[in-house]
């Protein structure tokens, strides 16, 4: 009798395993969808330690399994350690996630359909990872197709249209990149692109802006140049909406996290519940 109990224990924790097992892969596809994003090519900001996290719990939960359905003590005993230690590592992240992407840089300009953004916005901590990197992350934009694609598949013959259009409709390849919501996008193109409202510059074309009517309302205005390889990528604009754009996908991330994090945390107490049952 009490064999079969432990029996029917132990395949509930096998089953449990397999739960938290299946739990694993939403984590590895948050971090393959991080890691996929085109801003993340030039930041490199933690482009894999979700994927390594999510194959990890998944190997605990796979090593759960096996010890529970096959009767290895020695491998449940590494499954409960390693998977502990996990989810504290896992809420961790998630906490972090939260805290750094919390300020909001980004403000809506009267008559404009985009948002812009102030670097001062961001945390500290956001700030100072892309100041620390920006020569590097400057190459890589200026070398993208970040600017090149504005207006390239739908051209704008009046400054009307431009302000009146979505950055991110601007081009079908580039949407791709950077947003599956066009009203919640945040998008480099418009702080790196032309230069910011406030500087009062006359629209030409996406990329040509002349004749500033308030050249010195922004450092930013003296560091706009309508050469292909300058625009705004040294200005603080720039780097502000390079942070909003890993700002939104962060916090996109961090709610699958946050769910696979509860789910985990739910089947570790039932396995134990259940191992401690089949023991005594």
Not at 178 to 188: A, H, K, R
Not at 198 to 224: F, H, I, K, Q, R
Request: one cysteine or more.
């Amino acid at each position: 009798m009490a064999t079969a109990r432990n029996a029917s224990h132990g395949s509930t924790t096998a089953l449990l395993n397999f739960v938290a097992l299946l739990c694993s892969i939403p984590v590895i596809g948050a971090g393959i969808w991080l890691s996929s994003k085109q801003d993340n090519e030039c930041v490199h900001l933690a482009r894999w330690p979700v994927v390594i996290l999510g194959v990890l719990l998944l190997l605990a939960s796979l090593a759960g399994f096996v010890g529970a359905y096959w009767n290895r003590p020695a491998l449940l005993a590494a499954y409960f350690s390693c998977m502990a230690a996990l989810i504290v590592i896992l809420f961790s992240l998630v906490a972090f996630a939260y805290a750094v992407t919390a300020p909001d840089g980004s403000y809506a300009v009267p008559g404009r359909a985009y948002r812009e953004y102030r670097l001062a916005g961001y945390s500290d901590w956001l700030r100072h990872y892309a100041l620390a990197r920006w020569p590097e992350i400057r190459l890589c934009l200026s070398a993208s197709e970040l600017c090149r694609e504005i207006g390239r598949d739908r051209p704008y013959l009046t400054a009307y249209q431009f302000f009146h259009t979505e950055l991110s409709l601007s081009s079908p390849s580039f949407g791709k990149y950077f947003c599956f919501e066009v009203e919640v996008c945040y998008l480099p193109q418009s702080g790196c692109c032309k230069p910011p409202a406030v500087c009062g510059y006359e629209y030409v074309n996406p990329t040509l802006w002349v004749n500033p009517s308030e050249p010195v309302a922004s450092s930013d205005c003296l560091m706009w140049s309508s050469e292909d390889g300058r625009l705004c990528y040294d200005c603080a604009s720039c780097k502000g909406a390079l942070l909003g754009s890993l700002r939104s996908e962060w916090r996109r991330a961090a709610v699958v996290l946050v769910i696979a994090a509860v789910l985990f945390v739910w089947v570790y107490a039932f396995a134990c519940c259940a191992f401690n049952t089949t023991r005594k």
